[in-house]
């Protein structure tokens, strides 16, 4: 086992990866910008090393400081937390060819799966349902048009690099159709610097589900069940949850399984995770794959016991996963609320600044993955995010009504936050029944976006 693991990240994630290794007896080495300079998450690592300035690709996006950082800490392993250079094949390679393990797949894979167009070919041959849409990449416009007709409008054009929502147009009628495929190319090139897209039929209203994987280097690939996504913003998660409400038990099953098969003809070890949207008739489809750990990681693990993390650095190591899938129960409900910097009644406008006065909500079945505390000063650089509340109950009911006594415990005073909108969220009866899609915040704004 490793001794010694530096972490390349920050905020949360930074100190999810530190905890885990102070119980498995690992050392931990955290990096920080400037901007990040007297956090308080880095006084519980061993050590702490600054790797530049402010600007993330200045910092934590270089990698021979990153790795720089390791050698003179002395630490065997990366871990590379969800963002910056977690699903960067070509850090992954380099951490490798200094002899430091990357706590994730081998490059290969990661490369291949993270080209959606690939992965979307690797389901396929994986017996794993994809949504209708074009055989490969988009050619000319000739082609696109072809494709749409074939599979009939809306039509949503995806880069092939794409990620955060970039690169994705929607094109309702053939009108639009040239148009969007520019778009999406345009924005595509700009953002991944590979403007290749494919096209895909636009399920209306759908869900989105997630399947939880864990891979080892020895063939044994199992998943720790799913999680709804559905209540979003822009194609941004604000609330997930596990198991996903009124969901047909077969189709859960078929869905887990086919994420399975996908994980292992990849040839892929580590945590990862297979994104599926579903529809209205609960058919379900691939879309993604996020060859990394993410930041609702937590939900899965409270309700099957299993912590991620360490599972993550033990399979980095090369040890076996210690349990069968037989083994791995889905138990309770558990629902997590994104606590971002932002603005709800500024349209989520990032409102960094000094927290002047923070209290943590506890109790039964309560867990708050934050890094923040009185005093504390969230930077203008990074993601906004800088809470994560979990909440671990029997029933959703009672991991709602769990969640919203949490929430009303939760203190950050002199910024604006996220938690009011939760509130209300966890309020609203499309919510309550389980009933969610990707658009139901969308379609609920006028109440959500209310004040109290
Ligand atoms: P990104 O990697 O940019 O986040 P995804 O492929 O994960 O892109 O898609 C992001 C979101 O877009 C999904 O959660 C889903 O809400 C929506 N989406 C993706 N594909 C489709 C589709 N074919 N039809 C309708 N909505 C889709």
Avoid at 199 to 225: C, M, Y
């Amino acid at each position: 086992m490793y001794r010694r693991i530096l972490i390349a990240n920050r905020g949360e994630i930074a100190l999810r990866v530190i905890r885990a290794c102070r119980e498995m007896g690992i050392e931990s080495v955290a990096i920080f910008s400037e901007a990040d300079r007297g956090s308080a998450y880095l006084d519980f690592a061993d050590e702490a090393i600054c790797v530049g300035t402010a600007k993330s690709a200045d910092s934590y996006l270089k990698f021979d400081r990153v790795i720089s950082a390791a050698e003179v800490s002395g630490a065997e392993a990366i871990h590379p937390g969800y963002g910056f250079l977690a699903e960067n094949a070509k850090f992954n390679e380099v951490c490798r060819s200094c002899e430091i393990d990357f706590i994730g797949p081998m490059p290969g894979p990661m490369e291949r799966l993270g080209n959606k167009d690939l992965a979307r070919q690797l389901a396929m041959s994986a017996n794993v349902p994809v949504v209708p849409g074009s055989d490969g990449i988009i050619s000319d416009d000739g082609e696109a048009k072809r494709v749409a007709e074939g599979i009939g409008y809306p039509v949503l054009i995806k880069a092939v690099a794409g990620g955060g929502g970039k690169g994705m147009r929607i094109a309702e009628t053939a009108e639009d159709l040239s148009t969007a495929l520019n778009q999406a190319r345009t924005e595509a090139a700009a953002a991944f610097g590979n403007g290749d897209v494919y096209i895909e039929k636009f399920v209306s209203q759908p869900r989105h589900v997630e399947v939880q994987i864990l891979a080892d280097t020895h063939g044994n690939v199992v998943h720790l069940w799913e999680r709804d996504c559905s209540t979003q913003r822009r194609h941004q998660k604000l609330i997930e949850e596990s198991p996903a409400p009124n969901l047909p038990s077969a189709t859960r099953t078929a869905m887990c399984e086919a994420a399975v098969r996908l994980i292992q003809n990849a040839e892929y070890s580590n945590a990862a995770t297979v994104e599926f949207i579903v529809d209205s008739d609960n058919n379900f489809y691939f879309i993604e794959v996020n060859a990394r750990i993410q930041v609702e990681h937590p939900v899965s693990e409270m309700v099957t016991g299993i912590d991620l993390i360490k599972s993550q650095i033990l399979v980095a190591a090369g040890e076996k996963i210690p349990y069968r899938q037989s083994d791995i129960h889905c138990r309770g409900v558990a629902m997590e609320c994104r606590i971002n910097a932002e603005d709800p009644a500024a349209d989520f406008r990032p409102n960094p600044g000094k927290i002047t006065h923070m209290i943590a909500p506890g109790g039964l079945g309560v867990r708050f993955d934050s890094h923040v505390y009185t005093g504390y000063t969230v930077p203008p650089h990074y993601d906004s995010m800088i809470g994560k509340l979990i909440v671990h109950q029997p029933t959703r009911l009672q991991a709602i009504e769990c969640m919203s006594r949490a929430l009303d415990e939760l203190c950050i005073e002199g910024i604006a936050t996220t938690i009011p909108f939760h509130r209300r969220i966890l309020r609203e009866p499309a919510f309550v029944d389980g009933s969610m899609d990707t658009k139901f915040v969308e379609r609920n704004w006028e109440h959500l976006s209310s004040r109290d």
